[in-house]
């Protein structure tokens, strides 16, 4: 018989010697104990020509390939900005029939600009990646942060306002939210795509100085502040080059200016050259066909532009590998933060979490504009019977809207919401008032709505004003949506006013009841001709899957309003700049020539306004605007106490800060948005009137009273020199104006630099 002793040692000599046989190196590329940039080079290294061009375009719809014989994994990108978009099939955009891919919908990103909260935007993030990482995506193709010139734009409603400065805050937590999870996002469109019209087929001509200030400074707080793991190239043409193949845009700015180590993704079909795909910048090609414009082929991919047409101008060598290297390079980073990050979270969906962010954004986001006579909150003492009139009460708006559109677990509509809050103390009735879309499908994703109406419109107004006299209390929802033309991918609006004859029935409802709120449920401004008849409006954005529960909460008053536009509304379309000064649709000319239509024919759209954008343009023409950028009330009140600065005088490597103080004189818990604008009191060069410099949201209960502070530096003061291409803050006296909106100034400090 063996001695145990015995027996334990033979085990340990064999399973020694089995081990050194099976003991396998793990390449460095795998290996996590290794430095990430160490790991790229080997797997670099490992890689044939054809698998590294392979990296370099779509397999599919939505993905891209990884290596598979080295088990680096595809890339799973999604839409977009507001929530994940549904599956759809490998090569087609129908619908894939997954019953497990509903997801919560998220407020629109004017809605989460709206509430100046960036915390707001911290759990936005988060929430949202959460849901792409349970979905199993490793790109989230958002945020939008394409500045808002002109209210017909149908995408405005996926971007975060007119504003420089607001949107650079607002995006940043979002990005570390989302990436928190290993999910990456691609700040989008990357840059000059400000209108849907003639998105393909239009080159802006813009000046440096306007391009620096105005529209690039979201896209850098984006790459440089947020880290944002990708972006995404636009559509439109910026110096006669496409915007996701441009030297200027992402080799001179993006990647050597802002030193960007992330990926250059094509928004879907804005490659069309080879040589300029691999030279300027673009690393990742994404198209919808062949070249994303034109229905082609299917499963066309190896035709794409950074496919074979790439791989055979290597092969005859007339291009190099160094910009293949840098590309692939760059994609493996992004493997080792997203695909192959063995510590990203698992993610989920819908959880209560998600439900509460999604309804408290929408809470804070929505806007109390105008509120005469307090006519809300809704006093339910007051309140036997509350008429809901308007198509926005009963329609579903997740589906629609272009590439935004999303497949809801729920949606909690206007109407339901409002009975759910009021129902048991009053009698909630609804009429329809008009009717506007029918429309409810997206994709093949269907609302589910049957939203067909045989009445005349004057039954349907009579039957509103009816219900509007017998009614305490009047709510009307209406606005836009999501049907082509209006808040919509693809196209822009066609005029400014309100669409289906809406102004009438809101006249109509004023004379009918005293008692009326009128709720626009848009992305965009409107005009309001009915402005001075009605006491109350309320702007309430997209709100995605809480929509209903939010803007009950904020007509019962248990949400006290707190969101401040993130844009102008003008009163007319022709006080807005690009109408006024610079170029919309496009040139006139070549408009009246024909041009824009194809590619071959693109028209150029200058934007003569250059930095004069918003309220930058309002204030310096001194032209009254309908609704301010920055505006917001509540429903108690706040009063600022005089500013203070620190000093009087600083130099250019100082900072200087600015102490107020907000107290909620009022008799309700309320939120206040401090926000604090710089006048360049005398320049050498044009500046606006004032330029928002720091906002700050404050919680206050009644009576109570906080004190805010902004610090800043010189390049708050500063403008962007195009000779010398550089910011330059310009010696002088300056003067800090901070208030509760952009035409709200309560207290000025002046100081000077030297
Ligand atoms: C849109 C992008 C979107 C992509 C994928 C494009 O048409 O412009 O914003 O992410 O499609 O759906």
Known sequence: ????????????????????????????????????????????????????????????????????????????????????????KWDEWDQAGWTNDSIIAYPALTAL??????????????????????????????PGVNIYRTP?????????????????????????????????TSVKHYALNNQEMFRHTSNVIIDDRALYEIYLPPFKAAVTEGDSWTIMGAYDMYKGQYASQNQYLLNDILKKEWSYKGVVLSDWGA??????????????????????????????????????????????????TKELDDKVTRLLRLAYKTTMNRNKPFGNIASEEHKAVAREIGEEGIVLLKNQGNVLPIDISKAKKIAVIGENAIKIMTVGGGSSSLKVKYETLPLD??????????????????????????????????????????????????????????IFVGGLNKADFQDSEGNDRK????????????????????????????????????????????????????????????????????????????????????????????????LAAGKGKDQQNPINIKYNEGILVGYRWHDTKKIKPLFSFGHGLSYTTFEFEKAKADKTTMSQDDKITFTVSVKNTGKRAGAEVAQLYISDLKSSVQRPTKELKGFEKV??????????????????????????????????????????SSDAIKTKVKFTLK
């Open 699 to 740: 919680f206050l209960k009644p009576g109570e009273e906080k004190e805010v502070t902004f610090t800043i530096d010189k390049t708050a003061l500063s403008f962007f020199d195009a000779d010398k291409h550089e910011w330059v803050a310009e010696p002088g006296d300056f003067e800090a104006l901070i208030g509760n």
């Open 495 to 590: 005029s400014y006013g309100l669409p289906y004859n809406q102004d009438n029935v809101i006249s109509a409802l004023a004379k009918a009841n005293k008692n009326l709120a009128v709720v626009l449920v848009s992305g965009n401004a409107v005009a309001m001709p009915w402005v001075k008849e009605v006491p109350t409006i309320v702007q309430a954005w997209y709100l995605g899957s809480e929509a209903g529960n939010s803007i009950a909460a904020v007509l019962a008053g248990d949400a006290n309003p707190s969101g401040k536009l993130p844009f102008t509304f003008p009163v007319k379309l022709e006080d807005n700049a690009a109408h006024q000064m610079g170029e919309y649709p496009g040139n006139k000319e070549e």
């Open 152 to 184: 017909l734009n149908g995408r405005n409603f996926e971007y975060m306002g007119e504003d420089p400065f607001l949107t650079s805050k607002m995006v940043v937590p979002y990005i570390k939210g989302v990436q928190s999870n290993g999910v990456a």
């Open 113 to 142: 600009s709206a509430t100046w909260n960036k915390n707001m935007s911290w759990n936005y993030g988060k929430a949202l990646g959460e849901e792409a990482r349970y979905r199993k995506k490793d790109i989230l193709l958002g």
């Open 271 to 320: 490659v069309n050259n080879t040589e300029q795909a691999i030279h300027n910048g673009l690393d990742l090609e994404f198209g919808s066909w062949t070249n994303g414009l034109s229905e082609g082929h299917s499963n066309a991919y190896d035709s794409y532009y950074l496919a074979q047409p790439y791989l055979k101008l290597i092969k005859e060598g007339k291009v190099g």
């Open 417 to 474: 919401g409002i009975k759910a809050r009021f129902g048991k103390q009053a009698d909630v009735q609804y009429a329809r008032g008009y009717v506007g879309d029918i429309g409810g499908e997206y994709n093949g994703v269907k609302s589910g709505q049957n939203l067909k109406e045989e009445r005349s419109p004057e039954a349907l107004l009579n039957e509103a004003v009816a219900l509007a006299k017998s009614s305490d209390y009047v």
């Open 1 to 88: 018989m063996l001695k145990k002793t015995a027996i334990v040692s033979l085990f340990t000599l064999i399973s020694a010697s089995y081990m050194a046989q099976n003991t396998t190196v793990i390449p460095v590329y795998l290996d996590e104990s290794k430095p990430v940039e160490q790991r790229v080079q080997d797997a670099l290294s490992k890689m044939t020509l054809e698998e590294k061009i392979a990296m370099l375009h779509a397999q599919s719809k939505f993905s891209s390939p990884g290596v598979p014989r080295l088990g680096i994994p595809e890339f799973w990108t999604t839409d977009g900005p507001h929530g994940v978009r549904s599956e759809v």
